[in-house]
T-cell receptor, first 115, second 112 residues
Framework: SAVISQKPSRDICQRGTSLTIQCQVD?????MFWYRQQPGQSLTLIAT?????????ESGFVIDKFPISRPNLTFSTLTVSNMSPEDSSIYLC????????????FGPGTRLTVT | GEDVEQSLFLSVREGDSSVINCTYT??????LYWYKQEPGAGLQLLTY?????DMKQDQRLTVLLNKKDKHLSLRIADTQTGDSAIYFC????????????FGSGTRLSIRP
């Protein structure tokens, strides 16, 4: 498995501002993903973070709203831009570990509240 | 379609077995997963089964897969208070598990 940390663990932000969430893994991973879990809901994939190139976004998510970086094999960031109360969610980073492609591990999540 | 469906709630008595059910619609699913989410925590991968298997057992956990009916279940033997959590069923359709579709989650509560 992999040990995944996210910063911040939670934040309360004002509408119109932006927040950058960091995801750090303790080992090299092949794939990194960002998910959103809205209150009382299941998880929805936002995008796949690609090292050295633009992220691959799922339907309904765009780069201007959720810019993603992945500068190396163990680190990625997700920015939630121009926030509104509808962005209040838990944002989770997940990874596939090198050599174990069918297991996806999740970070502890970042709980975001937008007021 | 991409739907993965689960019942929302399950209540069992401590010491009994819990059975959480899930149905999925895509017959090309490669791997099927069970994740556990405790309050305020991230998701923990509990177990998974490859689509050419029909059963997998891991200590107190038993996964049953009926591919014909597209039905997956998770049985937890001797349910304990620490098993209280939301359990998510999920499927992936490619060998790298890159895109996982999650069910809505089943909240398991344990009564004394």
């Amino acid at each position: 498995s992999a040990v995944i940390s996210q910063k911040p663990s939670r934040d309360i932000c004002q509408r119109g501002t932006s927040l950058t969430i960091q995801c750090q893994v303790d080992s090299q991973v092949t794939m990194m993903f960002w998910y959103r879990q809205q209150p009382g809901q299941s998880l929805t994939l936002i995008a796949t973070a690609n090292q050295g190139s633009e992220a691959t976004y799922e339907s309904g998510f765009v780069i201007d709203k959720f810019p993603i970086s992945r500068p190396n094999l163990t680190f990625s960031t997700l920015t939630v831009s121009n926030m509104s109360p509808e962005d209040s969610s838990i944002y989770l980073c997940s990874v596939e570990v090198v050599g174990v492609s069918y297991e996806q591990y999740f970070g502890p999540g970042t709980r975001l509240t937008v007021t | 379609g991409e739907d993965v469906e689960q019942s929302l709630f399950l209540s069992v008595r401590e010491g009994d077995s819990s059975v959480i059910n899930c149905t999925y619609t895509d017959s090309s699913s490669t791997y099927l997963y069970w994740y556990k989410q405790e309050p305020g925590a991230g998701l923990q991968l509990l177990t998974y089964i490859f689509s050419n298997m029909d059963m997998k057992q891991d200590q107190r956990l038993t996964v049953l897969l009926n591919k014909k009916d597209k039905h997956l279940s998770l049985r937890i033997a001797d349910t304990q208070t620490g098993d209280s959590a939301i359990y998510f069923c999920a499927e992936s359709r490619d060998s790298s598990a890159s895109k996982i579709i999650f069910g809505s989650g089943t909240r398991l509560s344990i009564r004394p």
